[in-house]
């Protein structure tokens, strides 16, 4: 079962779609590389295809798409494409060279290297980009800018855009956060998305069209079995840590508060066993913050004071007086929150220390951090995006594949 979206005009079309998820008999959530194989890849016969994707590419048996796509008689898999930290998921550097594929001999070009979008040389010898890789379900987390560039790229050159689906692993209903300001998109803000948006890479990409006014061929594989209200433990299906520094799906859930402090002049953990589940500096006073912390009675969090040393990233070697963090109860814990109320703390207790600038890098929204440099509580934090947010919402629900 698919999607097909087929614009007809450069128009913004508006579009509603109903679409009650299919169950297996055993109610086993297929991501969409599971439902196009058990389709026999009908969606792709007879076409030369470009893949994006890395590691998280895997069927629910844990076989590589890129192996299930060279094999199949029905495609021709010609060209891969890889992400940030590479096909293989374990780069953290700033360039990524273009590879060979050593199991398949498939060519492998580069979108985290020299270009951040595919060529038209690139695509030259396909008709037809595949997307498939396991996105984390906040804004700043790079997977979809290179979807929303390479759907760029393919309606520039007349190629069709095939996205096969995959969870929100932090769940499709929970949305929170400043939207980014117009104007300021970037490789790390690809489209108008508050911090968290609550939807799947196949919707964002029925956003992306028709937002972006794309001239493109799209169509969708759905999955089958996922509820929107699914975290990722609740699909059976097998976590593969999406990229070097997310390791758990508690740090997914983390990620989009704890995330947005990672461009200060903080440690969020990296070069650590725990990323995003602490966060400190040397300069820091750990005991008085996580009194100021738990004072707050953030829901479902606890904090704890705690000293670590990266070996690596920020602060790598030196002995850092920080904050452990544990999620007592997932479905009240408020991440985008919890990283605004940290922020809120670190401008009231260290003005001088805390780099409040760079934290605009990932937030990129210019009213909140300017309520944070003056201290705002975070109820009027909240109601000064509260208006975008709820523009968005109205946005998002024409795109939603999943109810």
């Not at 055993?26 to 389709?39: E, S």
């Not at 890098?361 to 951090?369: I, Q």
């Not at 000064?384 to 109810?403: N, P």
Request: charged fraction near 20%.
């Amino acid at each position: 079962m698919f999607i097909r979206v087929v614009q007809l005009s450069l128009l913004v079309l508006v579009m509603t779609i109903s679409f009650t998820p299919a169950y297996s008999e055993t109610g086993i959530v297929l991501t969409g590389i599971d439902v196009l194989q058990r389709d026999g890849f009908r969606a792709l016969a007879g076409r030369n295809i470009g893949l994006i994707t890395n590691h998280t590419g895997i069927d629910h048996s844990g076989i590589s798409n890129i192996q299930l796509l060279h094999d199949a008689s029905e495609v021709n898999l010609v060209v891969l494409f890889s992400p940030e930290h590479g096909l293989f998921g374990k780069l953290d550097v700033p360039l990524i060279d273009d590879a060979e594929d050593v199991s398949t001999g498939v060519r492998v070009f580069s979108l985290y290297g020299n270009t951040r979008i595919p060529t038209s040389d690139m695509l030259k010898n396909i008709d037809t980009l595949v997307f498939d890789i396991q996105d984390i379900g906040t804004r700043f987390y790079t997977y979809i800018s290179t979807m929303g560039h390479a759907m760029q790229a393919a309606a520039d050159n007349g190629k069709r855009f095939v996205v096969l689906d995959r969870p929100n692993p932090i769940n499709g209903i929970t949305v929170a956060g400043p939207v980014l300001d117009e104007g300021r998109q970037s490789f790390t803000g690809f489209h108008r998305l508050p911090v968290r948006h609550g939807m799947t890479i196949g919707e964002l990409a029925l956003m992306f069209k028709t937002e972006l006014q794309l001239d493109l061929d799209l169509e969708i594989i759905p999955m089958e079995a996922w509820k929107r209200t699914d975290y990722f433990d609740a699909t059976d299906l097998k976590w593969i840590n999406p990229s070097p520094n997310m390791r758990s799906l508690t740090e997914a859930i983390l990620y989009p508060g704890i995330g947005l402090l990672e461009t200060t002049n903080l440690s969020v953990g990296r070069g650590t066993d725990t990323p995003f589940e602490l966060f400190g500096a040397p300069w820091l006073d750990s005991e008085q913050f996580v009194l100021e912390l738990n004072r707050l009675n953030l829901p479902g969090v606890e904090f704890k004071a705690i000293q670590f040393t990266p070996n690596s990233s920020k602060f790598a070697g030196e002995l850092c007086s920080g904050i452990g963090i544990r999620i007592t109860d997932r479905e009240r814990f408020e991440s985008v929150r919890t990283g605004i109320e940290i922020a809120l703390q670190l401008r009231r207790l260290y003005p001088q220390e805390w780099e409040i600038d760079t934290y605009d890098r990932l937030l990129v929204n210019e009213a909140v951090l300017t309520a944070i440099r003056l201290g705002r509580p975070f109820a009027e934090i909240e109601s000064i995006y509260h208006a975008g947010l709820a523009e968005f919402m109205q946005r998002r629900a024409q795109y939603l594949i999943y109810h």
